[in-house]
């Protein structure tokens, strides 16, 4: 299980990257706390049992989210998020989505698993592979393989019933908040997890910066040229539709 601070990390380095006019304080805490969304299903663990990594793992969540966003801002007349929130609302509900996937991504890439279809199918999944170049083999990659059996290297390390992925809130099934349990809430287990976070306070940092930098007076008006809903151009026109 990749600790949390190493998805609110990745999930900070995404708002930075993807948000653009509608980066600020705001937005990236939704951005960040939707990448520490998925971990709250070590709590539900302690009612359902083998909940970790699989209540907000599933990864019929982001699809249903997803479905919703396009619906509700691509088919409908008049879109109920861009009314309520304008563009901004868009811009960080799909940022924040994005985080969310990346997050299980990370999980679906460790040991651990994580229950993909819960809770329709309850068995946990790990994708498992690696990609080198070798001056003999070439390019030799384990992910993907074709004509196998199994296109991608996914292997199952059991199910809810059988396989229980340790948290901190829940590291033994049915303690519950026993005394006397161990309880560990990893924060950096490798080295290139420490890289990711020092990168992402790096980013937020130059990011900041670079906004402050651009601003002038009070309203913002980013480097990607969209201003806030409500801004004046300078020949007294109003702007606010430019940002829709």
Not at 42 to 70: E, I, R, W
Not at 89 to 96: D, F, K, L, S
Not at 102 to 112: K, N, Q
């Amino acid at each position: 299980m990749v600790p949390t601070l190493v998805a609110a990390a990745i999930a900070a380095l995404l708002a930075a990257a993807l948000l653009g006019p509608a980066f600020d304080r705001r937005s990236l805490g939704i951005v960040v706390f939707a990448a520490l969304v998925p971990d709250l299903d070590a709590a539900v663990s302690l009612v359902v049992y083998g909940a970790t990594n699989a209540a907000f793992h599933s990864f019929l969540l982001p699809v249903a989210a997803a479905g919703l966003l396009y619906w509700d801002t691509a088919r409908r007349e008049r879109s109920w998020l861009a009314e309520r929130y304008g563009w901004r609302g868009i811009r960080i509900a799909w940022v924040a989505l994005a985080a969310f996937v990346a997050a299980v991504a990370l999980d679906l890439f460790s040991p651990e698993g994580v229950a993909l279809f819960y809770p329709l199918h309850d068995r946990f999944y790990a994708v498992t592979g690696r990609l080198v170049y070798s001056t003999q083999n070439g390019l030799v990659q384990t992910y993907v393989t074709l004509g196998g059996e199994n296109v991608l290297a996914v292997g199952s390390p059991g199910t809810t019933a059988t396989h229980h992925v340790e948290s901190w809130i829940n590291p033994t099934p049915g303690t519950g908040f026993e005394t006397g349990v161990e309880r560990r809430f990893p924060l950096v287990e490798r080295g290139w997890q420490a890289i990711v976070v020092i990168a992402a306070v790096a980013v937020l940092a130059i990011r900041w910066r670079s906004s402050d930098s651009v601003v002038e007076g009070g309203d913002v008006v980013d480097a990607g040229g969209v201003p806030d809903d409500g801004d004046v151009a300078e020949d007294g026109s109003s702007v606010a539709e430019v940002s829709r």
